[in-house]
C-alpha cells in the first residue's frame, strides 16, 4: 500500500533514523571505556594537572624560603629571582586552569539533565575556553549549579600574576663581603698593661706618656662612654663582633664605683663658724668659705689595699640656690676584667658590657700589681678550661714566680697557666696611676667666690657649681675609669691576646617576602580542589558518567539537527534561513535524556519566563 507521508517527511525520519543509530552507537562506545576505566583514570590529564599546580605553589613557597633574608643571588643576569618566581606562578596558573575546565564542559551534560535552552552550550564551551566566557556564565547561573563554581575560579586566576608581582620585596641589608674590603675587623683588647715606671724600692712611682694624658683627659673631659674612645679597624664602616650573645671579648680595664657616706660627715660647726669634715680629711669650713675638698687615701678600710680611693666633701646646693647642706661621697677605681659584645653601625662602635670581675692584689712588700686567672676562656672558637700546673707545659706560660716585675723572688706556692688565661695589671702602673692620682688629687679644693669657681680645672668639674649627687660623682668617675680602659686596651701588650678580631659587613640588596601575597594562588587551589572532587562525585553518582567528559562530538550525530530545523525552518526561504539558522538554535529548548544505557537529546516544551 502506498504510503500516505510526503517525501520530505520520509526523508527526514529515515535521516534521523540513521543519525539516531549512529549516535546510539557512539554512545555505546563511550559505555564499554567507561566500563573499563575507573574514575582516577577517567580524570587522569585533570589529576596530573591539579598536582602540576599543587607542585609549583610549593616551589614557589620552597624557593621564597630558602632566599628570604639573603643577598640577591649572583645567577647569570638573564635569570632572576623573580623571574624564576613568575616562571612557576605561570605554570600554576596553567595547570589549575585544565581540571576547572575540564569540569566546566563535563558539567554541561549534568546542565542539560533537565529543560534548558540550547544555548546554554555555546556558553559552558566559551566558559570552558577562557575568563570572559566564564564571567559570562557566572553571570548566567547566579551561582545556581556547580559550573559557577568553576566559571568563578577562571576569572579569579586572571588576578594570579599581578598577585605573585607582590610577594617579593627588596631592602638594603648588611652581610659578609670579601675581596680587599672584606679584610678582617679588629678591636684592640689586652691581657697585660705594664707601661709606666717603678724604681728601686718604689721610690719613684710614673705613668707612661699616654696614660697621664688619658688620665687628665679622663678628669677634664671624660668620653660619654667607652666605645667612644675605641678606635675599630672597620673598612666599610659596618662590622660586627657579636652574631650572637656567645660572642665575646674580654680585656683588662678599670672599674669604678661610688657610694654616699654623708651620714659619716663629722659636724663640729658653731654658732658663728660652719666646719664639715670627714675621717679621711676632707674639710669645709671654718671662715664661712664653702668649698669642695677632696681627698685621696692611699688605703681604705677593706681588707685588701684599694687602688685608689677617693673621698669628696661638697656644699650641695638645694634645688632653689638659696641653701646648702654638707654632701660627701667615696669613690673607687679598681683593676678588673671586662667581658664585651661589640658591633660598629656607620663608623660608630657599640659595646655592650657582658660581665666584670675585679682583679685580686698580689704582692710581696712594697711590690705589688693586680691579677685574674679566669677559669675558663675562648681560644679560635673553642671553649678552654684554665688549669694551674706546678711547672710551666709552654714557653708562653705564666708563673707566679716570674714575669710580672723586674725583681726577682718567689711565691711560697708557685703556679703556672697558659698566658691566655690570665689578665694582669703589671707593677709599673700600678704604682704610677696611684702616685699621678694622689698627686692631682689629694687636698684639692675649689672655692666658689661670687659664683665664680676658683681651682684645678678637674676639681671644678666635680664641684659642678655644687648641684651635686652621687650620680654626678659616678657618672664622672666612670668617665675617667673607661678613659684609662680605653688606654690599656690600645697601648696594652697583645703579644698573648691578639685583638678581637669580627666580620666586615658591606650594603648589599637582600631579599625580603610577603607571605601574606600567597594565601591569593593558595586558596585559589583550595577552591579547586573542592571543585574538582564535588565534579568528580556529582559525575560518577549520575547517569551522564558514560559520557565523554567535555566532547562534543556526539552533537554531530545525534539530536536536533535534521528533524527539529525541518520544522523551524518550515515556511522560510532559503536566505532567511541562512540568517536565522543561530538564533533559532539557541531559542530550542532540550533536554539529556537516557533511555536504559542510551542517551539522545530530545526537544521539550519552552520554558516559561
Not at 265 to 284: F, V
Not at 571 to 599: H, I, M, P, Y
Request: aromatic letters at 8%; charged letters at 15%; proline letters at 5%.
Amino acid at each position: 500500500m502506498p504510503s500516505s507521508k510526503p517525501a520530505s517527511e520520509t526523508a527526514t525520519e529515515s535521516v534521523k533514523s540513521a543519525s539516531l543509530r549512529q549516535g546510539l552507537s557512539l554512545l555505546r562506545h563511550d559505555k564499554n571505556q567507561s566500563n573499563t576505566h575507573n574514575a582516577i583514570l577517567a580524570w587522569g590529564v585533570e589529576t596530573v594537572g591539579l598536582l602540576i599546580a599543587i607542585l609549583a605553589f610549593i616551589a614557589i613557597i620552597i624557593t621564597l624560603a630558602v632566599h628570604q633574608g639573603r643577598p640577591l643571588p649572583g645567577w647569570p643576569h638573564l635569570i632572576s629571582i623573580n623571574a624564576l618566581i613568575a616562571v612557576f606562578t605561570a605554570i600554576l596558573k596553567a595547570a589549575l586552569v585544565l581540571p576547572v575546565a575540564s569540569g566546566i564542559s563535563k558539567l554541561k551534560w549534568l546542565w542539560f539533565t533537565k529543560p534548558r535552552e540550547a544555548g546554554d552550550l555555546e556558553h559552558f564551551d566559551s566558559a570552558s575556553k577562557g575568563p570572559w566566557g566564564s564571567f559570562l556564565l557566572l553571570l548566567d547561573l547566579r551561582g545556581r549549579h556547580l559550573a559557577a563554581l568553576g566559571a568563578l575560579i577562571t576569572v579569579l586566576a586572571t588576578a594570579i600574576d599581578p598577585f605573585s608581582q607582590q610577594i617579593l620585596k627588596y631592602h638594603d641589608c648588611l652581610r659578609p663581603v670579601g675581596g680587599a674590603r672584606g679584610t678582617p675587623a679588629t678591636i684592640p683588647i689586652t691581657n697585660y698593661y705594664g707601661a709606666g715606671s717603678y724604681f728601686t724600692n718604689g721610690d719613684s712611682k710614673a705613668t707612661d706618656g699616654n696614660m697621664t694624658a688619658g688620665i687628665y683627659l679622663g678628669l677634664i673631659n671624660p668620653p660619654a662612654n667607652l666605645s667612644s674612645t675605641i678606635v675599630p679597624n672597620c673598612a666599610t664602616g659596618n662590622c660586627t663582633f657579636s652574631t650572637n650573645t656567645t660572642d665575646t671579648y674580654t680585656t683588662v680595664a678599670m672599674c669604678s664605683s661610688c657610694t654616699d657616706i654623708s651620714k659619716a660627715i663629722q659636724n663640729s660647726s658653731t654658732s658663728q663658724l660652719s666646719n664639715y669634715t670627714t675621717s679621711s680629711g676632707c674639710q669645709i669650713g671654718p671662715g664661712g668659705i664653702f668649698a669642695n675638698s677632696m681627698y685621696v687615701a692611699d688605703e681604705s678600710d677593706d681588707a685588701e689595699p684599694s687602688f685608689v680611693t677617693i673621698d669628696t666633701l661638697v656644699a650641695q646646693n638645694n634645688p632653689e640656690g638659696n641653701s646648702w647642706r654638707p654632701f660627701a661621697a667615696r669613690c673607687n677605681l679598681v683593676p678588673c676584667v671586662n667581658t664585651y659584645t661589640g658591633n660598629v653601625s656607620n663608623g660608630v662602635l657599640r659595646e655592650t658590657l657582658v660581665s666584670s670581675k675585679i682583679m685580686p692584689y698580689i704582692g710581696v712588700d712594697f711590690v705589688y700589681w693586680y691579677s685574674l686567672v679566669l677559669p675558663s676562656i675562648s681560644r679560635n672558637g673553642k671553649d678552654i678550661t684554665c688549669s694551674a700546673t706546678a711547672e710551666p707545659r709552654h714557653d708562653t706560660d705564666l708563673c707566679t714566680d716570674m714575669g710580672y716585675t723586674p725583681y726577682n723572688f718567689s711565691a711560697p706556692n708557685r703556679h703556672c697557666w697558659p698566658n691566655d688565661c690570665v689578665w694582669t695589671l703589671g707593677v709599673n702602673p700600678t704604682g704610677g696611676i696611684q702616685a699621678l692620682m694622689l698627686q692631682l688629687l689629694n687636698g684639692t679644693q675649689v672655692v666658689d667666690v661670687d659664683g665664680v669657681p676658683e681651682g684645678v680645672p678637674w676639681a671644678v668639674n666635680l664641684w659642678n657649681q655644687g648641684v651635686t649627687n652621687l650620680t654626678h660623682f659616678e657618672t664622672a668617675f666612670a668617665g675617667l675609669a673607661d678613659q684609662i680602659t680605653s688606654v690599656m686596651r690600645q697601648k696594652g701588650d697583645n703579644s698573648t691576646t691578639p685583638l678581637a678580631v669580627g666580620t666586615t659587613l658591606g650594603l648589599q640588596t637582600c631579599i625580603g617576602v610577603r607571605w601574606s601575597w600567597l594565601s591569593f594562588p593558595a586558596s585559589l587551589i583550595a577552591l579547586t580542589i573542592v571543585f574538582f572532587a564535588i565534579t568528580i562525585l556529582r559525575i560518577s553518582s549520575s547517569e551522564i558518567r558514560k559520557m565523554w567528559k567535555s566532547s562534543s562530538l556526539v552533537l554531530l550525530f545525534h539530536g536536533l539537527s535534521i528533524y527539529s530545523l525541518h520544522r523551524v525552518e518550515d515556511g522560510q526561504s532559503e536566505e532567511q534561513r541562512n540568517e536565522n539558522t543561530e538564533d533559532d538554535a539557541k531559542k530550542v529548548t532540550t533536554k539529556l535524556q537516557s533511555s536504559g544505557s542510551e542517551f539522545e537529546f530530545v526537544e521539550v516544551p519552552a520554558l516559561k519566563t
